[in-house]
């Protein structure tokens, strides 16, 4: 680790007297910090990713599938991946329930959280991403341990309610954001004691603070905040992010035991 980090350091000095590279971004935000800007952490990000490995080939492979599928570019990034899979073996997740597959980037991400006996169950409105995901999800080995269920996932999360299925030890929303307080909703009812809930978007590039805004998004993350804030069933925290998919956040909520 040592020599990755040194040889990224190596390079870094190499390009200094370039306007692009990222040492330069650092001493020009230093002078100037208004120029922290998504130019920076966009080289920050690429820069943990190389050097801590958080990326691989199958995951690579995903990324271009998807884009050549046309698949909006919205997953989230290879360190925010990783987070997800750390956060899901640290909760030593066995089911793990996903609000959103998209090209099944993320749903990667957590399936190589689970055991072997382990189950994930993604929900995707469009056929024709879960198509997508499935192919990139059996590219990655994954396809005994994760079940895509394509519809509306306010209707996808009512039949697993009515089906008994069992709770789910860890949830993660990425989905649609003005229907992410269903989404909590029903992630109580399938969740147990000590199940962790995770809600991506969340800041909205500080837009969260516009109690007037018209943004339909925007609404939903403080309908989501205002639920989670009055429900004494859990324990909440809110982090800013920033980085390759710019300036954002994530509510984290853990259902008290």
């Known amino acids: 680790m040592e020599h990755a980090i040194s040889a990224l350091d190596a390079d870094n000095s190499t390009n200094r007297e370039t306007c692009v590279s990222p040492y330069s971004l650092y001493l020009a935000a230093r002078r100037d910090p208004i120029r922290m800007n998504e130019e920076l952490w966009d080289r920050v990000d690429d820069f943990l990713s190389e050097a801590l490995g958080t ?5 690579e492979a995903t990324l271009r599938a998807s884009a050549k599928a046309g698949l909006p570019a919205i997953q989230v990034s290879a360190n925010q991946g990783k987070l997800l899979q750390l956060l899901a073996q640290t909760q030593g997740a066995r089911r793990i329930l996903e609000v959103g597959t998209l090209g099944g980037y993320s749903t990667i991400w957590l399936g190589r959280a689970l055991p072997p006996e382990g189950c994930l169950i993604s929900l995707e409105l469009e056929a024709s991403y879960a198509e997508v995901a499935r192919k990139n999800v059996s590219r990655a080995n994954l396809e005994k341990l994760v079940t895509i269920r394509v519809g509306p996932a306010s209707e996808t999360l009512a039949q697993l309610s009515s089906e008994e299925t069992a709770p789910f030890d860890f949830i993660f929303i990425d989905a649609d954001k003005p229907g992410y307080p269903k989404y ?13 809930i995770v809600a991506d978007n969340v800041v909205r590039k500080g837009a969260l603070l516009d109690s007037d805004s018209n943004d339909a998004n925007v609404q939903g993350m403080r309908r989501l905040l205002n639920m989670i804030a009055a429900d004494r069933r859990v324990s909440a925290t809110g982090i800013q992010t920033v980085g390759n998919k710019g300036y954002d956040g994530f509510v984290l909520a853990r259902v008290i035991p």
């Open 184 to 196: 909590f909703e029903w992630a109580m009812k399938l969740s147990r004691p000590g199940t962790l």
């Open 55 to 59: 990326s691989d080939p199958v995951l």
